[in-house]
C-alpha cells in the first residue's frame, strides 16, 4: 500500500459524458501528478501540481482539467469523452524526496 | 524531448538472472528510476540512481552510467512472482519541471518454470 488513494476503482461512462477522478497523496506529500495509460500508449505524463499549483503540463487535451486544494487532494475532470479516453488513470505523490509513489488507479471505460 | 529505450519482452526461468537495459537521451537529467508493475496494477517504486554506480537492493540491483546514458536492472533468483512489466524513468528537471518523470514503454518479463 503506497499511500495514495484514488477514487473510484472503475468507471463506465458514455461518449460525450463527464467524469471526475479523485486522489489523495501520502500525508505529507505536497506534489500530485496525473497519468494516463493505455496499451498502446504506455505511462502518460498529464500533469503536475505542487501545494495547489500547477507545476507541468504533458500530455494533456484541453478536454481535461485538473485542480489540487488546499487539503492537497487532486481531482482530475475528464469531459467530453471519447472511446479513446478509455485508459487506466494513475495519480502519484512525493514529498521533498524524489520518489513519486502511484495510487491504485482509477479504471475509465468510454462505451 | 526525451528518448527513453527498453527491450519490449523478455523472459528467464525461475531461479535465473535476468539484466534489463534501458537507454536514454535527456537534458535536465537528474536521476533515474524503475518501477515494477504487475498487470492492472500500480507502478512500484523499485530504485533510485542519480549517481553513477550500482545500488543493490536485496535480489535487485540498478546500475547507471550517466556518461553513456544507460542504466540495467539485475533480478537474481528470479521468481514467477517477478513476471511483470519493469519500466525505466528519467527525472528531469528544468526550469519550473522539478520531479517529472519520464518513462519508458516497459519491458515485460515473463518467468517460467
Known amino acids: 500500500d503506497s499511500g495514495v488513494t484514488q477514487t473510484p476503482k472503475h468507471l463506465i461512462t458514455a461518449t460525450g459524458q463527464r467524469v471526475t477522478l479523485r486522489c489523495s497523496p501520502r500525508?505529507?506529500?505536497?506534489?500530485v501528478y496525473w497519468y494516463q495509460q493505455s496499451l498502446d500508449q504506455g505511462l502518460q505524463f498529464l500533469i503536475q501540481?505542487?501545494?495547489?499549483?500547477?507545476?507541468a503540463k504533458g500530455n494533456i487535451l484541453e478536454r481535461f482539467s485538473a485542480q489540487q486544494f488546499p487539503d492537497l487532494h487532486s481531482e482530475l475532470n475528464l469531459s467530453s469523452l471519447e472511446l479513446g479516453d478509455s485508459a487506466l488513470y494513475f495519480c502519484?505523490?512525493?514529498?521533498?524526496?524524489?520518489?513519486?509513489?502511484f495510487g491504485p488507479g482509477t479504471r475509465l471505460l468510454v462505451l | 524531448g526525451q528518448n527513453i529505450d527498453q527491450p519490449t519482452e523478455m523472459t528467464a526461468t525461475e531461479g535465473a538472472i535476468v539484466q534489463i537495459n534501458c537507454t536514454y537521451q535527456?537534458?535536465?537529467?537528474?536521476?533515474l528510476f524503475w518501477y515494477q508493475q504487475h498487470a492492472g496494477e500500480a507502478p512500484t517504486f523499485l530504485s533510485y540512481?542519480?549517481?553513477?554506480g550500482l545500488e543493490e537492493k536485496g535480489r535487485f540491483s540498478s546500475f547507471l552510467s550517466r556518461s553513456k546514458g544507460y542504466s540495467y536492472l539485475l533480478l537474481k533468483e528470479l521468481q514467477m512472482k517477478d513476471s511483470a512489466s519493469y519500466l525505466c524513468?528519467?527525472?528531469?528537471?528544468?526550469?519550473?519541471?522539478?520531479?517529472?518523470?519520464?518513462f519508458g514503454r516497459g519491458t515485460q518479463l515473463t518467468v517460467w518454470p
Open positions: 500525508s505529507g506529500d505536497l506534489s
Open positions: 502519484a505523490s512525493s514529498g521533498g524526496g524524489e520518489t513519486q509513489y
Open positions: 535527456t537534458s535536465g537529467f537528474n536521476g
Open positions: 540512481n542519480v549517481l553513477d
Open positions: 501540481y505542487y501545494n495547489g499549483e500547477e507545476r
Open positions: 524513468a528519467v527525472r528531469v528537471d528544468r526550469g519550473s519541471t522539478l520531479g517529472r518523470l519520464y
